[in-house]
Nanobody, 118 residues
């Protein structure tokens, strides 16, 4: 059984920082492209960052310079560091696992809420 379990969400003030974590089980973690989507209330789901098996990151234009994705294959964990946070980052953040050369994620986490507010 494959599981992606996110953690690290919460309420943060604008300008603050946050690190989301996603730990995978049931897959050979190093074989998968990992990524993060987010969905704000009333909006479509948005892909914000991915990291390849070779640790190459890719970011949506809207988050470049503020988001940092990295992975630790020894811990089966992918991280998303956000700094500085803006109010528009408020959303549910989902961890995903995608097969290399596939367009769509195969597995999704349950999501973690990030709220940016003063």
């Amino acid at each position: 059984q494959v599981q992606l379990v996110e953690s690290g969400g919460g309420l943060v003030q604008p300008g603050g920082s946050l690190r989301l974590s996603c730990t995978a089980s049931g897959i050979i973690f190093s074989d998968w492209v990992m990524g993060w989507y987010r969905q704000a209330l009333g909006d479509q789901r948005e892909l914000v960052a991915t990291i390849t098996r070779g640790h190459t990151p890719n970011y949506a234009d809207s988050v470049k310079g503020r988001f940092n994705i990295f992975r630790d294959n020894n811990k089966n964990t992918v991280y998303l560091q956000i700094n500085p946070l803006k109010s528009e980052d408020t959303a549910i953040y989902y961890c995903v696992a995608t097969r290399a050369h596939s367009a769509q994620p195969r597995y999704w986490g349950q999501g973690t809420q990030v709220t940016v507010s003063s």
